[in-house]
T-cell receptor, first 115, second 115 residues
Framework: AQKVTQAQTEISVVEKEDVTLDCVYE???????LFWYKQPPSGELVFLIR??????QNEISGRYSWNFQKSTSSFNFTITASQVVDSAVYFC????????????FGAGTRLTVKP | DSGVTQTPKHLITATGQRVTLRCSPR?????VYWYQQSLDQGLQFLIQ???????AKGNILERFSAQQFPDLHSELNLSSLELGDSALYFC??????????????FGQGTRLTVV
């Protein structure tokens, strides 16, 4: 069965600090997709990134970067020079073909960035 | 703004009652997904509709049902409500039916409180 673990329940940093949110997944399939979503206080889930299992290149988008390592089944998310607006709950998710379209979410990590 | 609209934003009702949550997907999206977010269960996939037909089922209770109409909006019906049904209910949409490789765009959710 697929499973996504976000071991960090809550993280608190001071503005301008770098922070890494961990995501570890379990799957028996060789084809799968990983996602990160952000849930700000307003409640809406905002899509951040999608990564397929055959693309292990790290990705950078502004202050956001993602480190995908199949060897350790991890898909970690780093925010560089964090800002107060980054405060949110961040969810990692795993999706597999032929798995009933069930995008399995981790429990989420609540990030608080203090000024 | 994801383009997915959910109404109402908040709903308070008594145990044993029935409610209907409504979702309008992004323009052009054929798939609608329903999720339940509660403190103890996290984000749980309930059900998916694609172009009017049920496509996939997750952890949806028998007291819950959904449908997608010809104009592609969807409704989630929750009946015989219990205190434990209090949660944030999300609707998401995507262009395609097999969502494993496509991100879904989420609405802001309907917060249901059962008293």
């Amino acid at each position: 069965a697929q499973k996504v673990t976000q071991a960090q329940t809550e993280i608190s940093v001071v503005e301008k600090e770098d922070v890494t949110l961990d995501c570890v997944y379990e799957t028996r399939d060789t084809t799968y997709y990983l996602f990160w979503y952000k849930q700000p206080p307003s409640g809406e889930l905002v899509f951040l990134i999608r990564r397929n299992s055959f693309d292990e290149q790290n990705e950078i988008s502004g202050r956001y970067s993602w480190n995908f390592q199949k060897s350790t089944s991890s898909f970690n998310f780093t925010i560089t020079a964090s800002q107060v607006v980054d405060s949110a709950v961040y969810f990692c998710a795993l999706s597999e073909p032929y798995n009933n379209n069930d995008m399995r979410f981790g429990a989420g990590t609540r990030l608080t960035v203090k000024p | 703004d994801s383009g997915v609209t959910q109404t109402p934003k908040h709903l308070i009702t008594a145990t044993g009652q029935r409610v209907t949550l409504r979702c309008s997907p992004r323009s052009g999206d054929l798939s609608v997904y329903w999720y339940q977010q509660s403190l103890d269960q996290g984000l749980q996939f309930l059900i998916q509709y694609y172009n009017g037909e049920e496509r996939a089922k997750g952890n949806i209770l028998e007291r819950f049902s959904a449908q997608q109409f010809p104009d592609l909006h969807s409704e989630l019906n929750l009946s015989s409500l219990e205190l434990g049904d209090s949660a944030l209910y999300f609707c998401a949409s995507s262009p395609v039916g097999d969502r494993y490789d496509t991100e879904a765009f989420f609405g802001q959710g309907t917060r249901l409180t059962v008293v």
